[in-house]
């Protein structure tokens, strides 16, 4: 592995204590992926805008229904529309896509149902000053969410094999609480898989393998503001299969 | 000969319906090609059953009609595959053009606040 294409270390005292500072003189711009979330959208968007003044919005409504863009809108963020729904990967590479455009230096995504603490981001911030890619990860000391089952397998075996390839302790890839760097910005606008599991899983194996450092930074989650996830145990197993295969994709696709 | 009839027949039938799907511009150029060589392999060995039973003995093959079964089930899933790949494709495609008219919306929707601002002011 090179060390070019990292970010690059800072290299004196003085510049390692200006973490403050580079986060006012980046632009940055937090996308969240929305799909009929009306409801808890407005409340994100303006925790988000009360707990980080210098940060932009974008919601990426993704096909929604029940009027999600208009109701960020309002909040005031920018909404994008998607015209039909792509999934969580289709929305990311289109706030990518923005991102690039508008020349923004950092993007950070927040889940739409509230489950991302926004208070985090500043430590994300200041994690990408050593990595490309930083994920803000659950298990990892702070907050006490669990999981059982297969899908407990599935994600201590995603983390112990994407460990290996980062070289530094992963224990949450399937997190969508994620900032990265310019340089990822404009992968991600350009190649963003749609599959399930592709969007947190296969993008990290990507930039791995391109030689891009990846690390994370432990966060605590909340409960879902709306809605429950899928439990079932026949749920779980599939969960699993279909970790199995998108990470030995990943590994084998060029 | 009533099978002769019958394959011949269904043949014909086949030929001529690829036939109008291309005349009425209903299949693209790439496919209506594949399909008529298909349409007239299919005539010949409607009309000629036999005809290629001597060139399945010399592939160990018992008769001509296995011969015909095996290389046809073969060509249906090169086709499924086809068909697989060219939907993943236009998935591809129609993903980059949601992503356009996105775009395009908001700018849309920005230019016309803009001029709404403009004109009250």
Redesign the interface.
Known sequence: MTDTLHAAAPDTAAEAATGEAARRTQRVLIIVPAWNEAESIGRVIAEVEGALPFVDVLV?DDGSTDGTAAVARNAGA???????N?GVG?AM??GY??AR?HGYDIAIQVDADGQHDPAYVPKLIDALSESALVIGARFAGEGDYRVRGPRRWAMTMLSWVLSRLARTKLTDTTSGFRACNRELIALFADWYP?EYLGDTVETLVRALRLGFRVSQIPVAMRQRQLGTPSQSPAKAMLYLGRAFLTLFLALVRR | MNLTILTGATALLFLGFIFELVRRRRLREKYAVLWIFVGVIVLGLGLFPTALNHVAIAFGVANGVSLVLFFGVMFLLLVCLHLSWEASRLEDETRVLAEEVALLRLRMDEQSERTEERSAS
């Open positions: 990426v920018v909404a994008v529309r998607l015209p039909y792509l289709g590479r289109l896509k923005y455009d749609v």
